[in-house]
């Protein structure tokens, strides 16, 4: 089995430092000192002492900020060294992952946001537990989504980022990551979820900028696209033995299908039917059901500002095949001993490891073509990757371990409280970031990336096969939810474990792992593991009693417009959380007239009134009483004026053709 991105450089002495020019410095300088003085800004400008405050600034976003930033968080440094480094490999089929994403923006704007919003739900738990009255599966898919973002997201980025700063900053790892670090965990803790989103958007137009101004050097540099078309197929290194050994072709010739997306569903490394209903199966559930992502949409002011927020993001989503994955090839026809190198001694020799070189493709690039001051905003634009994905990633797992654990280990939690909780959880996740860097300088680092990239693969796709059954089929109940999406965890869990345990397979080194595990391709299982806890879902939801109407307004695709008040499952849980909060629950983290505890609580924007609760005072505790709910509140109620409602509809469709004609021209 092999994955769309392998190895990392480990050799600090690989590629030359790219900022060796004071003006690269400066203006790298600048740019760090411009988004700690944004984070900072935020914080004195925002409000940030209650729930929807930190976590949704509110409910407030413009479409530009949910796009700008629903681009930076899903852009890291793994896409810069991950997709350009497979395009050196095999091509452009990679760049199908990038294009699959704005049809489902789409699917997310149009279709599962409304239910989330109308759901009235801070985290994307917290529907589940809406939809189905279980605090479990809530708890389940919390715990499910820390694991996937320590041990997938977080690693992965900082395993790349790490490879950034030694190969192509010539930094020590330890001293640029600190320092990384301190800036993000300063405004994201102090600043909220506003500070990330104004952060971002700072970070997407330098992203866009940096990465279209090296495409436009990378193509001036080697002639222009048909001179890819060209030469790419010609691009081989010169030395393919070493000793008595001698590659294998499929090792160092590119492949004859390399301009092509769609590739023979056998012996392709992207067969088709993995693309078409694989790679939409993994997007599904990381577009859809993501808190990182779905955190932008429930902080939209309007219904138009979110679906024009995916739809900016689903255009710009159209550009890494060109600005990423194609400069990756082109650095393979400029660069080929490196890019390319196939032999043991000659890849150590490049970039440190033994069997592959191409992550280095899009830093050779980076180094070799730029321009001083150029460089230095490339290098900018690397940075805001990373910055970017690991923000987004603490302020969405900091979401999810305050309402969606805390609350069940501590019921009775004030607001206040709850407001301390994420921003210490904020700090654990930096720490466990921190603990990531030692790993990537043992000999097992490049198995390491390798088995990051596997994880999602897979443990998604029956969270995937979980939302996609809870909002289309009602009949589907809690007790077959809960089992189907733990029987897919399960079986997930064992194949990963297997594939770990035979580790890796290379080109140049047979593997000895049984072709029942590892000769099914991760696509192909990811389908199969969504057919199987789909079908489980299901036939256990057929034996148990059904969830009635009166449960699901609003909450499931056949009831979408109902007009008739809900009583949500989970009436009986709030109402005897805010019961207890409110009647016997002091607040435990009560102001003191010092002044270094006022001073705290400006910085981190603690409201100094400890009257807040995390839920409704006796008022609304009345109301739920008799059954009433949260969606008629003005955050769960945001309608479209039609005019808004028409360009929206018109410029989805626009960017669905548009990717359509792009999948044609390059099938």
């Given at each position: ?333 400029l660069y080929p001993e490196k890019v390319a190198c196939v032999t043991p001694s000659e890849c150590r020799k490049h970039c ?316």
């Amino acid at each position: 089995m092999s994955f769309p991105w392998h190895a990392i450089p480990t050799d600090s002495n690989a590629v030359d430092s790219g900022i060796s020019g004071a003006v690269d410095i400066i203006v790298m300088v600048l740019y760090l000192l411009l988004v700690l003085g944004i984070g900072l800004w935020t914080m004195l400008t925002s409000s940030r002492g209650t729930i929807e405050e930190f976590f949704l600034d509110g409910r407030s976003l413009a479409w530009w900020q949910i796009g700008a930033s629903l681009f930076a968080s899903n852009v890291g440094t793994v896409h810069f060294m991950g997709l350009a480094g497979t395009a050196a490999t095999s091509g452009i089929a990679v760049g199908a992952f990038e294009w699959n994403g704005p049809f489902l923006l789409c699917v997310l704007g149009w279709i599962f946001s409304p239910f989330y919003i109308k759901a009235g739900v801070v985290t994307v738990p917290e529907y589940l537990r809406k939809r189905f009255g279980s605090c479990r599966i809530q708890f389940l898919l919390a715990v499910l989504y820390l694991f996937l973002f320590i041990f997938n997201t977080i690693a992965v980025e900082i395993c790349t980022g790490a490879m950034f700063m030694r190969l192509i900053l010539g930094l020590d790892v330890y001293l640029a990551t600190i320092v990384l670090l301190t800036i993000t965990g300063t405004y994201t803790i102090t600043g909220g979820f506003a500070a990330v989103i104004y952060t971002n958007t700072l970070h997407a137009g330098i992203i866009v900028l940096g990465s279209v101004l090296l495409m436009g050097y990378a193509f001036k540099e080697v002639g222009g696209y048909q001179e890819v078309v060209h030469n790419y197929l010609k691009a081989k290194p010169s030395i393919i033995r070493e000793g008595n050994w001698t590659a294998k072709p499929e090792c160092y010739l590119p492949r004859l299908d390399s301009f092509s997306i769609f590739r023979d569903p056998i012996t392709g490394d992207l067969p088709w039917p993995g693309v078409i209903f694989g790679i939409s199966t993994l997007s599904f559930y990381y577009w859809c059901t993501n808190q990182i992502f779905v955190q932008r949409c429930l902080a939209g002011k309007s219904m138009s500002h979110v679906k024009g927020g995916c739809v900016m993001c689903g255009y710009l989503k159209l550009l890494p095949m060109f600005s990423v994955v194609m400069p990756g090839m082109i650095s393979r026809i400029l660069y080929p001993e490196k890019v390319a190198c196939v032999t043991p001694s000659e890849c150590r020799k490049h970039c440190g490891t033994r069997t592959s070189c191409s992550p280095i493709a899009y830093p050779l690039l980076v180094v070799e073509l730029l321009p001083r001051g150029v460089r230095g905003l490339m290098l900018s634009a690397l940075w805001s990757s990373l910055m970017s994905s690991l923000t987004s990633v603490f302020n969405s797992a900091s979401a999810l371990f305050t309402m969606d654990i805390y609350t069940q280990i501590r019921p009775m939690a004030t607001e206040k409280e709850l407001m301390v909780t994420g921003r210490f959880f904020v700090i654990i996740l930096l720490a466990v970031t921190t603990f990531w860097v030692p790993l990537i300088e043992t000999a097992y680092s490049e198995q390491l990336f390798h088995y990051m990239q596997a994880v999602m693969s897979y443990l998604v796709p029956p969270i995937a096969a979980t939302f996609l059954l809870a909002i289309f089929c009602k009949r589907v109940t809690e007790q077959g939810a809960f089992w189907g999406l733990t029987c897919g965890l399960l079986i997930g869990f064992l194949q990963m474990a297997l594939v770990f345990a035979y580790g890796p397979q290379t080109c140049s080194v047979d593997s000895k792992c049984p072709a029942i595990i590892c000769g099914l391709h991760y696509l192909y299982f990811a389908i199969l593991l969504f057919l199987v806890s789909l079908c489980t879902i299901l036939g256990i939801s057929l034996f148990t009693d059904p969830i009635p109407d009166k449960h699901l307004h609003r909450l499931c695709w056949s009831l979408r417009n109902s007009e008739e008040r809900r009583v949500d499952l989970d009436t009986e849980i709030r109402k005897r959380r805010s019961t207890s909060t409110f009647q016997t629950q002091p607040d435990v983290l009560k102001e003191t007239q010092s002044c270094p505890w006022k001073v705290l609580g400006v910085f981190c924007g603690l409201e100094p009134d400890p009257g807040h609760k995390v839920a409704p005072e006796k008022t609304t505790i009345e109301k739920m009483e008799h059954g009433a709910t949260f969606e008629g509140t003005k955050h769960s109620d945001r309608s479209e004026s039609p005019h808004w409602r028409k360009v929206v509809n018109i410029s989805g469709c626009l960017l669905i053709l548009i990717t359509v004609l792009c999948h044609i021209l390059y099938y």
